[in-house]
């Protein structure tokens, strides 16, 4: 039984898949180097961009809450314990809400800064010359693996002492004045007798002692220009993903 031959290629797709240029072998010229980079630090900068926007985000979540909360406390003074209470411990989950955005705007701005101090500043200094000869190392192998710059601490203290250090002391002053008012409530909770008075002041203090803590003892977020990977054999904590 005879059997239908396969169908061969024509001859002149193969000499054009023969003549397709590989590009994994062949290197790239300057002009492609330098368009190829170009869209990347586009890519970054609006990458950056977003992320930035979303950190704008929380802390205009954080001014309308407290703002809310604190009208509440004057209008309503015998609920005033408890819509304090309410407004300091949601601003703490506002400043985790933005340190975890925070971590992620530091990567893309940390790829920005690289291409901006090591290859537009040399063309804009006509001195080719980069301050991190790796730079272009770095910035492939995250790109490979991305990594967090910072801690979630880092983070946490960062935010903190840029935006949320004037909120909590707003609220720490509301606090004063609401427990050293004349005729202020005496019962946290109204109705639920088994709180006693003092435990109100005892969680604002223990609050207040750790955020000081994290802004005294927690190291500061370096600039990305200046810690890229400042432990290359710890470069941070590894993540499967970045979910943006």
Sequence with gaps: MSTNPEPKPKRGFQEAKHKAPDFDESPLTRSEYITALAHFYRAEM?????WRTRLDTTTNWAIISTLAILTSSLNNPSYATEAL????FVNVVFVLIEARRFRFFYVWRARVRMMEENFYGGILRRDQ??????WGSQVADDLLCP??????IQAFRARLMRNFRFIFALFLIAWIGHRL???AP???????????????DILVGILYLALIGIAVFTPKAPPPEEAYWPHPEHPGEDISSLDV
């Design 129 to 134: 010359s980069s301050t991190d000869r790796e």
């Design 85 to 88: 209470l309410l407004g300091m």
């Design 186 to 200: 005496d019962k946290f909770l109204s109705g639920l007798q088994a709180f006693p008075v003092w435990l109100p």
């Design 181 to 183: 008012a004349p005729g």
């Design 46 to 50: 609006y990458r950056s961009m977003v």
């Design 147 to 152: 990594r967090f710059h910072l801690t979630r």
